[in-house]
């Protein structure tokens, strides 16, 4: 059976950044009640024409170059959104012609911030069971067009970007070596996004409710969090025989900073063990994981031959939490140019909707 490596990784975020001085301007709040609370000093946010779409494929651009794979070479895409950019098509279907990557599947997974752990452990086991080699996982979110900027309960909070990481099968020990995955429908009133669906189609009374902006009971989602990240550490490292004195390092959804507070005392590890990016970014959701993931790995931090957990909960209720070998790049004499395939994609994508349009034009007229 082989094992599924984590081979690339990368993120990307809007430019411009929203400070808690800046919300101050529109709610009644203050930066240090933000930085108290939460942790969060700033937040990206979205520029008009970027999408989930296009921070997505800025993400992954990078995590193939860092696994120096082509994008035709992937067998499957999985993107995690919690703001996708349509009910569908799937955000990875656009991704996937973004990239030119011509013969994988793609769909999206919808499981809240908790997303990217379900999506990296879908996609392992795709490589586990041999029937894929090549896997890229997105986590990617524009949730600042689905936050109330007049309510000061969560403006607080959410952040645009996107994150990602390669997965590629081989026949060395490491990679992924555990996953838990966990839901409880009976928490689903805590975090919501009701407007849109098949059960509040948009309408003026929607809009006019505000069902299509995000809506929380903070405490009752801090209560959760608090109460299942620690255990689902504990969880993941059971099966491997580990402890938490195995791990180098372990990666939390970055929601609040007392959050992860709190577990590192749950867990009895010391603070500086866990990566933490929270204050520059606030919550992004799917993308928190891969963003943080990705910074430690540039400033050196995690490191190959680590073992790391990645942890995150979320709407749903969801939780779920990964040990992961980290090993990096597998060794290769070609050099591969992901970010040309670009060209070649936006091509291949024009060629394809003009033999569309003309199939269609001469199918017309035979009828
Ligand atoms: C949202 C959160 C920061 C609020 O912090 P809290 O300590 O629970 O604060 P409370 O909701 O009890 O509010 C305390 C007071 O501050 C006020 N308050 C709320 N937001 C405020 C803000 N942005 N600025 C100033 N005051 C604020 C409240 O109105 C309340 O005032 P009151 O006592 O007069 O009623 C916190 O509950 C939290 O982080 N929850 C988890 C959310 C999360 O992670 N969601 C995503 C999960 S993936």
């Not at 959104?81 to 011509?102: H, K, R, V």
């Not at 490491?174 to 838990?180: E, H, I, P, Q, T």
């Not at 990016?277 to 928190?288: F, K, L």
């Amino acid at each position: 059976m082989p094992f599924a490596h984590i081979t690339g990784w990368g993120m990307h975020v809007p430019e411009p950044v929203l400070t808690n001085n800046d919300i101050a301007k529109m709610v009644e709040t203050n930066d240090e009640w933000i930085r108290d609370r939460t942790g969060i000093r700033e937040r990206r946010i979205a520029r008009e024409h970027e999408f989930p779409s296009t921070l997505g494929v800025e993400a992954a651009i990078k995590a193939l170059q860092v696994a120096n794979l082509a994008p035709t070479e992937l067998d499957l895409i999985i993107c995690a959104s919690s703001s996708p950019e349509y009910i569908f098509p799937s955000t990875a279907c656009l991704i996937q012609d973004q990239l030119g990557a011509s013969k994988a599947g793609a769909f999206d997974l919808q499981a809240a911030c908790t997303g990217f752990i379900f999506a990296t452990n879908m996609a392992a086991q795709a490589i586990r069971s041999g029937s894929i080699r090549n896997a890229l996982v997105v986590g990617t979110e524009v949730l600042s067009r689905f936050v109330n900027w007049k309510d000061r309960n969560t403006c607080i909070l959410f952040g645009d970007g996107a994150g990602a990481f390669v997965l590629q099968a081989s026949d060395s020990p490491g990679g992924v070596l555990s996953a838990v995955m966990h839901s409880d429908g009976s928490g689903a009133d805590s975090l919501t996004l009701l407007g849109g669906g098949s059960r509040y189609p948009a309408s003026e009374t929607t809009i006019h409710e505000g069902k299509h902006f995000i809506q929380m009971d903070g405490k009752e989602v801090f209560r959760f969090a608090t109460r299942v990240m620690g255990r689902a550490v504990i969880e993941a490292l059971e099966p491997l025989k580990m402890t938490t004195n195995d791990l180098q390092w372990i990666v939390p959804h970055q929601a609040n900073y007392r959050i992860i507070e709190t577990a590192a005392r749950y867990l009895k590890m010391p603070l500086d063990k866990f990566v933490i990016n929270v204050d520059r970014y606030g919550n992004t959701s799917t993308a928190s994981i891969p963003i943080a993931t990705a910074e430690a790995l540039q400033q050196g931090k995690i490191k190959s031959g680590d073992k790391i957990v990645l942890v995150g909960f979320g709407a749903g209720l969801t939780w779920g939490a990964m040990v992961v070998e980290w090993t990096g790049p597998i060794p290769a004499k070609k050099h591969v140019h992901p970010e040309q395939y670009r060209r070649f994609a936006r091509l291949r994508s024009f060629v394809r909707r003009a033999i569309r349009y003309i199939e269609g034009f001469f199918s017309r007229r035979e009828l």
